[in-house]
C-alpha cells in the first residue's frame, strides 16, 4: 500500500523568494566588491595596493570622504532643524494630520533622479547659478522626509501623561519640551540623522547634476571608479568598503540608542 505523501504549505515560504533575491542581488555584489578590493586589475593576483592608494589618498579619495562628510553632516544639521518643528507639530496634531504626512511622503513616490533634474529646470528657469547652494537644497529636499518620518513615528509614540505630569508639577511649556519631550524623542532623533547622513554622503546624481558636475562627493568618485572609462574596479571596491563600515557603525549605534531607551522606558 502506497504512503500518502502530505505536503504543507508554510507560511515561511514566502520568505524564500525574498531570501534568493537577496542573496543575488545584495550578498553575491558585496562578495564580489570584497574579493575585487584585494585582486590586481588584471585579477591575476591579491594585492593591498588598492588600500594603500585610498588611504595614503593617493587618488584624493580621503579628502572626497571628508568633503562628503561636511556636506552630509550641514544636510544634516539643516534637516533636523526643519524637520524636527515639522514632525512635532504633525505629533501635536495627530488627529488631523494624515493628510499633511501624505504630503512628506508623496514626493517620496517619484523617483529621486525625476526630482532631481525638476528641481534644476526650476533653478535654471530662475536663472539660479548651480553650485553648493543648489546642491544642498537638493540634497535637503530628497532627503528631509527621511528625517521628518521617524521623528514623527517616534514623537506620536510618546506617553501623553509624562506631558501631563510635568506641567501638574509646574513646568512651563519650553521646560515640558526639553525636559520630557526631547530626551524621549531621542531615539528618533537618531534614526533621522542616520537615515539622512548616510544617503547624503553616498549620493552621486544630486550632486552632479544641481553642480553641474562641479561638486565632487564621495558617490561621484565610487561611480567614476567603475565606469568604463577610469576601469579602476579595485579602488572603487575599497571605497565601497569604506562606505559599507559607515552604515554598519551607524546601524550599530541606532540599536544601541534604541536598547538604551527601552531599558530606560521599563524602569
Given at each position: 500500500?502506497?504512503?500518502?505523501?502530505?505536503?504543507?504549505?508554510?507560511?515561511?515560504?514566502?520568505?524564500?523568494?525574498?531570501?534568493?533575491?537577496?542573496?543575488?542581488?545584495?550578498?553575491?555584489?558585496?562578495?564580489?566588491?570584497?574579493?575585487?578590493?584585494?585582486?590586481t586589475d588584471d585579477g591575476q593576483h591579491l594585492?593591498?595596493?588598492?588600500?594603500?592608494?585610498?588611504?595614503?589618498?593617493?587618488?584624493?579619495?580621503?579628502?572626497?570622504?571628508?568633503?562628503?562628510?561636511?556636506?552630509?553632516?550641514?544636510?544634516?544639521?539643516?534637516?533636523?532643524?526643519?524637520?524636527?518643528?515639522?514632525?512635532?507639530?504633525?505629533?501635536?496634531?495627530?488627529?488631523?494630520?494624515?493628510?499633511?504626512?501624505?504630503?512628506?511622503?508623496?514626493?517620496?513616490?517619484?523617483?529621486?533622479?525625476?526630482?532631481?533634474?525638476?528641481?534644476?529646470?526650476?533653478?535654471?528657469?530662475?536663472?539660479?547659478?548651480?553650485?553648493?547652494?543648489?546642491?544642498?537644497?537638493?540634497?535637503?529636499?530628497?532627503?528631509?522626509?527621511?528625517?521628518?518620518?521617524?521623528?514623527?513615528?517616534?514623537?506620536?509614540?510618546?506617553?501623553?501623561?509624562?506631558?501631563?505630569?510635568?506641567?501638574?508639577?509646574?513646568?512651563?511649556?519650553?521646560?515640558?519640551?526639553?525636559?520630557?519631550?526631547?530626551?524621549?524623542?531621542?531615539?528618533?532623533?537618531?534614526?533621522?540623522?542616520?537615515?539622512?547622513?548616510?544617503?547624503?554622503?553616498?549620493?552621486?546624481?544630486?550632486?552632479?547634476?544641481?553642480?553641474?558636475?562641479?561638486?565632487?562627493?564621495?558617490?561621484?568618485?565610487?561611480?567614476?571608479?567603475?565606469?568604463?572609462?577610469?576601469?579602476?574596479?579595485?579602488?572603487?571596491?575599497?571605497?565601497?568598503?569604506?562606505?559599507?563600515?559607515?552604515?554598519?557603525?551607524?546601524?550599530?549605534?541606532?540599536?544601541?540608542?534604541?536598547?538604551?531607551?527601552?531599558?530606560?522606558?521599563?524602569?
Open positions: 500500500m502506497k504512503k500518502k505523501i502530505s505536503f504543507r504549505f508554510h507560511r515561511r515560504a514566502f520568505a524564500y523568494p525574498y531570501m534568493i533575491f537577496l542573496l543575488l542581488f545584495v550578498v553575491v555584489p558585496l562578495v564580489i566588491i570584497l574579493v575585487n578590493a584585494f585582486l594585492t593591498f595596493a588598492h588600500f594603500v592608494e585610498f588611504f595614503s589618498n593617493a587618488g584624493g579619495g580621503l579628502t572626497v570622504l571628508g568633503n562628503s562628510l561636511i556636506i552630509g553632516a550641514v544636510t544634516t544639521l539643516i534637516c533636523l532643524v526643519i524637520g524636527y518643528p515639522c514632525a512635532y507639530l504633525l505629533a501635536k496634531y495627530h488627529a488631523g494630520s494624515k493628510v499633511l504626512v501624505l504630503l512628506f511622503i508623496l514626493p517620496m513616490w517619484v523617483n529621486f533622479l525625476i526630482r532631481t533634474l525638476s528641481t534644476k529646470a526650476i533653478f535654471m528657469a530662475l536663472d539660479v547659478k548651480l553650485g553648493m547652494g543648489t546642491v544642498l537644497f537638493g540634497m535637503v529636499y530628497n532627503y528631509l522626509p527621511y528625517m521628518i518620518l521617524p521623528l514623527h513615528t517616534t514623537l506620536v509614540s510618546i506617553d501623553h501623561s509624562y506631558i501631563e505630569a510635568a506641567e501638574d508639577l509646574g513646568a512651563d511649556k519650553l521646560t515640558v519640551f526639553l525636559k520630557t519631550v526631547l530626551p524621549l524623542s531621542l531615539s528618533g532623533i537618531i534614526s533621522g540623522i542616520t537615515m539622512t547622513f548616510i544617503p547624503a554622503i553616498s549620493t552621486f546624481a544630486i550632486s552632479e547634476i544641481l553642480s553641474s558636475s562641479k561638486i565632487f562627493l564621495f558617490g561621484d568618485a565610487i561611480n567614476m571608479h567603475f565606469s568604463k572609462t577610469t576601469n579602476s574596479f579595485g579602488v572603487g571596491s575599497v571605497m565601497s568598503l569604506v562606505m559599507l563600515v559607515l552604515v554598519i557603525v551607524a546601524n550599530v549605534i541606532v540599536n544601541i540608542t534604541n536598547k538604551d531607551e527601552e531599558v530606560k522606558s521599563s524602569l
